[in-house]
């Protein structure tokens, strides 16, 4: 599919994340300091908000993107979704007869601050890349047990925290917790000292469910994606995690990217998950390409100096699809909500500059990373800033989500002053 022209001229640039194949759906700042839903094509946004307000839009229920989130349009279903998005797309279109009148509802991208696109309900993160779950594995149990034994026949994944998502941009403060090392002779309450990125990506429900689904009805139910940094307290986690798992390792912060890029705009990049080693039960096999060809890297900026590029991979590394990990979450009987949320878990190629956390890349903090600035790291320091950037490629165009952001701010002197 090649790139459609846009009257709005800056959309029509080969490396414009937003081009009229994309209109990903955000949520800004107005200037009354509002939250308003928009659309983004080229360096605008065009307020939907607004234009709702002013009777511009026809949906089935009034007052959908009055509440300054994407929950209430996700409710409205996939009929929906598509000729809401057909119908941008034509005004918007190179020679639409709609230019003048959607002009005034353009907002300038530079300078706006942008809010989370959604209400998060509920949010899981798997464990789904086999490089990582083979890297992490091979670190603490060796290559010979490195991925658990049901691991390349479920999706493994675990409950976290709504409340902690936040959108790119927002510091992230360096969490304290429990820690013991193995030389210890009882825990000790301290900040965190391996601080960590989880490079992911994050497919938002976007329409409920009430029992076990397909994997094509889970996939059908998915209404869009996001870069996903599923910050991670390496030190804490490894003292609690057994046996239930991460807790408040997991719980500091979890960032998304702005935008929500929709299934339609992905639809040319599916690309088929890898080659089974073991044939999956019924209920998790493939139904057609399921994955998705998006470039995507990491750059760590320490404080006032330029970013270092850390990692290049690519989605199409996972073995589970976000449609098999819902189904798979669903197969207990477990409702599923419009605005939840799942993490795809680590990223990471087969080689060492396609990792995808700091674990990987510094091997436990055991090889160093050097900087383009001439400085180590094995975890990330505070005034350090990670960056997630993610493309997907066509003929002529990109589809982007906009940068995902976080720097990471020191630990508070004294978590319980009051």
């Known amino acids: ?85 057909a119908t941008l797309t034509a005004a918007l279109a190179e020679g639409s007869d709609q230019q003048a009148a959607l002009t005034p509802y353009l907002v300038p991208m530079a300078g706006a601050k942008m809010a989370m696109p959604i209400d998060v309900i509920e949010y899981t993160d798997f464990y789904a ?16 047990n490195a991925l658990p034994p049901n691991w390349l026949h479920i999706p493994i994944g675990y409950n976290g925290r709504a409340s902690s998502v936040v959108v790119s941009g927002t510091d992230i403060r360096r969490p304290w917790g429990q820690l013991k090392g193995p030389n210890d002779d009882k825990p000790r309450f301290a900040p ?85 080693e073991f044939e999956l039960l019924d209920h998790l096999k493939d139904c057609g390409p399921m994955l998705y060809d998006i470039d995507l890297d990491i750059t760590l900026a320490p404080e006032g100096k330029p970013a270092t590029a850390l990692s290049r991979t690519n989605y199409n590394q996972m073995y589970y699809s976000a449609g098999q990990q819902l189904a798979h979450h669903s197969t207990s009987g477990c409702p599923m909500n419009a605005g939840d949320l799942l993490g795809s878990g680590t990223i990471s190629g087969p080689t060492k500059p396609e990792r995808g956390s700091l674990l990987e890349l510094s091997w436990g903090g055991k090889e160093p990373i050097t900087l383009d600035t001439g400085e180590t790291r094995t975890f990330i320091e505070d005034g350090d800033t990670l960056t997630l950037n993610g493309a997907a490629r066509g003929d002529g165009y990109t589809i982007g989500f906009g940068d995902c952001v976080g720097k990471l701010l020191p630990a508070l002197e004294d978590p319980y002053q009051r």
Not at 129 to 144: D, K, Q, T, Y
């Open 1 to 85: 599919m090649p790139l459609k022209k846009s009257w709005v001229a800056s959309a029509n640039t080969p490396d414009c994340p937003f081009p009229l194949n994309n209109l990903p759906y955000g949520v800004f700042l107005a200037t009354d300091d509002e939250r308003h839903c928009g659309v983004a094509i080229g360096d605008q946004i065009l307020d939907v908000t607004r234009m709702e307000e002013d009777s511009l839009i026809d949906l089935p229920e009034d007052y959908v993107f009055m509440t300054g989130v994407w929950n209430d349009f996700m409710d409205l279903g996939p009929q929906v979704w598509a000729g809401f998005r």
């Open 192 to 276: 965190c000292a391996r601080f960590d990125i989880e490079l992911e990506m994050g497919a938002i429900v976007g329409v409920s469910s009430d029992g076990p689904i397909t994997v094509q009805e889970a996939d059908d139910n998915i209404f869009g994606y996001v870069l996903l940094n599923d910050w991670s307290a390496r030190d804490i986690q490894a003292w609690e995690y057994q046996p239930l798992g991460p807790f408040q390792a997991k719980a500091t912060a979890t960032t998304i990217s702005p935008w929500i890029v929709t299934k339609a705009a992905l639809e040319p990049f599916r690309c088929d998950t890898p080659e089974r």
């Open 129 to 144: 890349g086999r490089n990582h779950a083979f890297n992490v594995g091979s670190l603490f149990r060796g290559p010979e």
